[in-house]
């Protein structure tokens, strides 16, 4: 048996690591440690195609043992949004029991310095990597996103996402120095000395609470940024999404264990059906920290409720493109297209609301109506999703009944441009698939606007029909300030409707994308790159990954002392 690593082997290990992700979020270019391509799995300990579905298969109706403290129960009920019942048991906790359990393990996680603590998440990160197949099950069975968007958002790019928290994290804590000296001259007297000692200290306890869409790519940044900066970590998954979550705790706890340090600092918050832990747990006093992605009615609670922790929100917006003109419209179409329809639009970033002028558009094609357009892009849809096998693996199944019933009632709120239709998934008959509506609306009536401007999270999209591009632009400014927005995107030739648009996302804190025609989408962010949310608009306080989304995980306390 191979002996377990120490802090140093694990440093000696990952540095490397650790140093090319500090470069690559100080440069923002394209950077990776993480293959997006199944056939790159296999070698070196990780687990090929095949390995990986047996291993998921394994995990089908068993009891999921974490060794926690305070185990009072056994809870699950996962059922698959492809049909299957997954069976999987996990631990119910007795907080009152695992909350100070969780506590004990912090001041020598504390005392192990910031590139320890960022070389054992690297470890935990690497050996989830190396289960990447078997993860991308697990996403897929509780998300209902199809194998090979699991594989690559559920796998390589939510590790980028927890490396690069890492990275952030350990940037920030060693920006102050770990002791000074400190000499004041006093004249003709002896010179005041002192040394300084600075230790970045951990908030308490972090709380992260998982979403049923992205349970890793959006429950990993919080995550390892918590347990970076020294803070333990309490995962409250998605009662619908617990699987791949508590995989990530198992990995976790046994990486600390292995290094030396209390498997307790990472712990699974699993529920009972209607028990809304959540809820509980957030306005606990040891919990000092929460990172939430959800309902914007459960993130408002949490900012007003929680007011003993930090706060981190990932809410919802209504994402908004302005069509204006092109010089590529068939690029411009088959992007939207794909954009609309990848999960059911089932992504906090996937556009809603497409501002186009009643007057119509210019492109490279010669003028076209709004009526043409909308047309234009519907047949867009229609021909990317045309054969169902392309279509399965776009679109995934529908993640709970909520979304089908927003599909199914938004055909009633104007004229249809784009039905929906159903979808048979060959190997999963059960699967809920739909292709996506597109309605088209007049922005100048208040019934539509009652509509186009709350937030119908699925595979739903408005044409809305506006005056000029001066009023897109416009209405573009207000759905920002009042609903937010995760992603803006515009097309336009004209440099003077670029530079408005660009001013209002500069003002109101969106995130633009201009022109896309090619294989990078609105709904898509790179680790290391791109800014996922601003943390300046309603949609989200804060963005995945920055400084601030760190630096308030801990405080650095000082010791001086006469020299």
Request: proline fraction near 6%; aromatic fraction near 6%; hydrophobic fraction near 40%.
């Amino acid at each position: 048996m191979a002996a377990e690593p120490t802090t140093h082997e694990l440093i000696a290990r990952h540095r490397p690591t650790l140093d090319q992700a500090l470069e690559a979020i100080r440069t923002r270019a394209y950077w990776s440690p993480h293959p997006e391509h199944p056939k790159a799995y296999g070698e070196h300990g990780s687990l090929d195609a095949a390995a990986g579905k047996a291993a998921f298969d394994a995990l089908l109706g068993t009891r999921l043992d974490l060794g926690q403290p305070g185990t009072d129960d056994w809870v699950g009920g996962e059922v698959s949004p492809y049909g299957i019942d997954l069976g999987v048991s996990y631990p119910h906790a007795d907080i009152d029991v695992l909350l100070p359990a969780m506590r004990a393990g912090q001041r020598a996680w504390r005392d192990a310095g910031a590139e320890a603590r960022a070389a054992v998440c690297l470890e935990i990160l690497k050996r989830i990597s190396d289960r990447t197949h078997e993860f991308a099950h697990t996403v897929m069975h509780t998300s209902g996103q199809a194998f090979l968007m699991a594989f690559q958002a559920g796998g390589p790019h939510a590790q980028d996402r927890g490396l690069e928290a890492v990275a952030y994290a350990y940037a920030e804590q060693v920006r102050t120095p770990d002791t000074a000296e400190w000499t004041k001259p006093q004249g003709k007297r002896d010179p005041l000395a002192l040394t300084k000692a600075f230790t970045p200290v951990p908030r308490g306890i972090a709380l992260v609470i998982g979403c049923n869409t992205f349970p890793t790519w959006n429950g990993y940044p919080g995550l390892f940024a918590s347990l970076a900066t020294g803070n333990a970590v309490l995962v409250k998954p998605h009662p619908r999404a617990v699987l791949p979550l508590a995989l990530t705790v198992k990995t976790a706890r046994e990486v600390l264990a292995e290094a030396g340090f209390d498997a307790n600092l990472v712990a699974l918050a699993a529920e009972r059906p209607g028990e809304g832990i959540a809820r509980t747990l957030a306005t606990r006093p040891e919990i000092r920290i929460i990172d939430y992605t959800g309902s914007t009615a459960f993130g408002d609670w949490l900012e007003a409720n929680a007011r003993q922790a930090q706060v981190y929100t990932e809410k919802a917006g209504v994402n908004t493109v302005l069509v204006e003109s092109t010089d590529d419209y068939k690029g411009m179409l088959a992007n939207l297209a794909f954009s609309l329809s990848l999960y059911s639009g089932q992504m906090c970033t996937t556009p809603q609301n497409l501002l186009i002028p009643r007057t119509g558009i210019r492109t490279d094609e010669g003028p076209r109506s709004y009526d043409e357009v909308a047309a234009d892009l519907a047949k867009a849809v229609d021909a990317l999703l045309g054969d169902d096998a392309r279509a399965n693996a776009l679109l995934g199944a529908i993640v709970n009944p909520d979304v089908k019933a927003r599909l199914e009632a938004a055909a009633a709120l104007g004229e249809v441009a784009l039905a929906s239709r159903e979808v048979t998934h060959p190997d999963f008959p059960d699967a809920v698939v739909r292709t996506p509506v597109i309605v088209k609306l007049d922005g100048s009536k208040p019934d539509a606007e009652a509509a186009y401007l709350s937030e119908c999270f699925g595979p739903v999209s408005f044409a809305v029909a506006v005056d000029s591009a001066a009023d897109a632009v416009e209405l573009l400014r207000r759905t920002v300030r009042e609903k937010g927005a995760m992603t803006v995107g515009a097309y336009t030739t004209d440099e003077e409707v670029e530079q408005a648009v660009r001013e209002v996302c500069l003002e109101e804190a969106a995130q633009l994308s201009l022109n896309l025609t090619g294989g990078v989408y609105v709904n898509q962010t790179a680790a290391f790159s791109d800014f996922h949310g601003s943390g300046g608009n309603p949609a989200a306080n804060a963005a995945l990954t920055d400084g601030a989304f760190v630096a308030n995980r801990f405080r650095v306390v000082e010791v001086r002392r006469q020299a």
